[in-house]
């Protein structure tokens, strides 16, 4: 819906004086048109002269805001100075840059050196030395987990305590207290308590901030100060915080007393969200904020979904046990929205929907970024095997997996072992299968069979340092076999990195970045038109970059070692603003949860593995725990199976109405008898699926 086509009760929201309510809460089911109202009244107080100083667009994060990020950069929009979009971490590090020498000693730093922040990766870095004497005396006990996987439940846990607001002394007695089960496991918290105070002690003795002390820091020591508070509040004297209900407990105590001395105030609640649960995100807070508020408007009408997709959202989520239907029931019939289908194996079923998007892209003419295909998760298996059809009738695909390990993309893979590759001398070989895998990935139409063939005539050692031998030392017959065209290929990327070999030592990120300009993004080369194998070498480049200046090292070829040891060890990516978003003419691929956290609505869903348990059901994290993790969760209660399942019911509940209000005309619910690894499953999406069929047909035979 665009600014032209906005409702009376919208426009009297946009162009209501300033002050005329001082604030209000705006509140509804995503597809209402509350973004769109909120951009159309950002846009009004700049076109009345509001200083773009004056105005800030609160969102939980920057993804979120690139709708007022569009909206000031239009061509249309007045000049001036700019809004600022923000969310709590670019306040946090806005405020301590400027209040550093104010706060760092009283915050347990040195007020002599600057701050050092560190990203997701650059923090498991530092975690990672700090418990390796806790992993060598078997502290953890029968917890088996993935290195990366442990290294990022404790961070998470150092997270929850400073957006919750407690002490992160207070990790382990909230989930000992908490836990109904063996009592080894306390003896586990205790060894997470442990790491995390061994992890904020390295922090504070070298001045690093994680996310979890930039929050900490900010709200415990910067805005407790009135002259630091007090700037702020004069600054910004008009607010519009959208997407409350995915933001976390602090930023609402921080919206609460910002709102009450503002000049306008506009606050913006998504019903029946808060798919950032896991993240910190506390909806239940943000609803009270509305008693804040001078007027609540509630809007009900959808602009996004049809009549018979709202149906298929009253009908599933009232399947649910003890669930009533949301407000904004259609008046269509769910059956002309949904299409449910089964097949034996699951390859057969990414085949069917390889087939079925391409014909959606032809006979309709639908734009590719109008289809969503979504699953509880996306492993590499499902992604490969997907990706793989749709690209064979040449759809294109955009994937993302936020919380994938860095050495499980496979464009980083390749990357890092050219690098390897490329600087002999740090005497790190790949082995001969990992430089194949990295050809059939740089080299276009180069196929793994040819590859392996290539690396075992052309690959080896000498002095401990990988070599690639030039093809023209291949007999005929066997460049024949690989063809002249690859070989050709194959010769210009060897070129270049031996002639790179050549050049004194570089940064590895200013390496990846002319590989990929000078190399791999040209024509005949793999990344040549592959919008993921771009967004993950962009990734990339951002990570080392921040990994160099947040790690002392000798030089730039000791720095690169440690970054690769690092990805080695595997380390989950953070998430960068450059990965594929909806601005890419492409069909996404991903898990249900980084689909509504793009917060878009497409025209047509494909739900995969609609029988999977995964539905709904919480990963699996014995080291923390999302919700005993709260301000809700009383101190001296037990978690049992009785809240694990009335919260998985409530988070498929959730799940299914986001998805459905950001959907158009259609849901493909689709399922396979077995499971990629061969097994029968049996899920509660299946059930409800199963009960409103039943229904169906009993209304239809009376």
């Not at 929850?160 to 407690?166: I, S």
């Not at 709260?630 to 037990?638: C, E, F, S």
């Amino acid at each position: 819906m665009s600014e032209l086509e906005l409702t009376p009760e919208q426009k009297a929201i946009v162009l209501a004086p300033v002050g005329q309510p001082r604030s209000l809460f705006l509140h509804g089911p995503a597809g209402c048109g509350k973004t769109t109202t909120a951009v159309a009244r950002l846009r009004y107080l700049l076109d009345i002269g509001v200083p773009g100083s004056q105005i800030v667009v609160w969102v939980p994060q920057r993804s979120l805001g690139r709708p007022y990020v569009s909206a000031v950069r239009s061509v249309t929009a007045p000049n001036g100075t700019p809004v600022d979009v923000l969310g709590l971490d670019g306040l946090a590090r806005r405020l301590l840059d400027l209040y550093w020498p104010l706060v760092a000693e009283s915050a347990g730093f040195d007020p002599t050196h600057p701050p050092v922040y560190l990203t997701l990766e650059t923090a498991q870095y530092y975690l990672d030395q700090v418990i390796e004497p806790l992993l060598q005396g078997g502290a953890f006990g029968d917890v088996v987990l993935p290195r990366n996987r442990l290294l990022s439940q404790i961070i998470d846990n150092l997270n929850k305590a400073a957006l919750v607001g407690f002490p992160h002394t207070e990790i382990a007695p909230r989930l000992i207290a908490s836990w109904a089960g063996p009592s080894s496991r306390q003896r586990v918290f205790d060894a997470v308590q442990t790491a995390a105070n061994d992890f904020r002690d390295l922090c504070h003795s070298k001045n690093l901030l994680d996310f979890s002390l930039q929050v900490e820091t900010l709200i415990r020591f910067v805005l407790t100060r009135e002259e630091c508070r007090a700037p702020l509040r004069h600054s910004y004297r008009h607010i519009i915080a959208d997407n409350l209900e995915e933001d976390i407990p602090v930023a609402h105590d921080l919206l609460r007393d910002w709102v009450a001395g503002a000049d306008s105030a506009l606050l913006v609640y998504d019903h029946d969200a808060g798919f950032r649960s896991y993240l910190g995100a506390d909806p239940t807070g943000a609803l009270k904020l509305a008693e804040l508020c001078d007027q609540q408007v509630r809007r009900d009408s959808s602009y996004v979904s049809s009549a018979g997709v709202l149906d298929l959202a009253a009908g599933l989520v009232t399947a649910a046990p003890d669930a009533a239907a949301p407000a904004e029931r259609g008046k269509g019939k769910w059956e002309d929205a949904l299409a449910v289908d089964q097949w034996r194996f699951h390859t057969e079923m990414l085949v069917y929907v390889a087939d079925e998007v391409e014909r959606l892209l032809t006979e309709p003419h639908t734009p590719p970024e109008q289809v969503a295909i979504v699953a509880p998760f996306v492993d590499d298996a499902l992604r490969f095997v997907l990706v793989r059809e749709l690209e064979r009738r040449r759809v294109p695909v955009r994937t993302h997996r936020p919380s994938r390990a860095l050495r499980e993309e496979p464009a980083v893979q390749c990357v890092l072992t050219l690098a390897q590759l490329a600087h002999p001398h740090w005497q790190l070989c790949p082995l001969p299968h990992e430089v194949a895998l990295a050809l059939t990935l740089a080299i276009e139409d180069l196929d793994l069979a040819r590859a392996t063939l290539l690396v075992k005539m052309l690959y080896g050692q000498k002095d401990d340092q990988p070599q690639l031998r030039e093809f023209g030392q291949l007999k005929t017959e066997a460049q024949e076999r690989i063809t002249f065209v690859l070989g050709e290929r194959y010769s210009g990327l060897r070129t270049w990195l031996k002639e790179y070999a050549l050049v004194p030592g570089q940064p590895l990120d200013v390496f990846l970045s002319l590989l990929f300009d000078e190399v791999l993004s040209r024509p005949g080369y793999g990344f040549h038109g592959a919008l993921d194998a771009a967004a993950a070498t962009a990734n990339l480049i951002e990570s080392v970059r921040k990994f160099r200046r947040a790690v002392d090292a000798a030089d730039h070829d000791e720095l690169a070692q440690r970054y690769i040891a690092m990805v080695r060890r595997g380390v989950v990516a953070a998430q960068y603003l450059n990965s594929p978003s909806a601005s890419d003419k492409a069909v996404f691929v991903g898990p249900a949860h980084t689909f509504l956290a793009e917060n878009r609505p497409v025209a047509y869903q494909f739900w995969l593995y609609v029988n999977s348990p995964a539905w709904g059901r919480r990963i699996y994290q014995p080291l923390t725990h999302p919700y005993v993790l709260t301000r809700h969760w009383p101190a001296d209660r037990l978690w049992t199976d009785d809240e694990e399942q009335q919260t998985s019911d409530d988070a498929l509940s959730r799940i299914l109405l986001g998805l459905l209000r950001r959907c158009r005309e259609r849901v493909y619910a689709l399922s396979c008898d077995l499971n990629p690894r061969g097994r029968e499953e049996h899920g509660p999406l299946a059930d409800r699926l199963q009960r409103l069929l039943r229904l169906s047909r009993q209304s239809a035979e009376q």
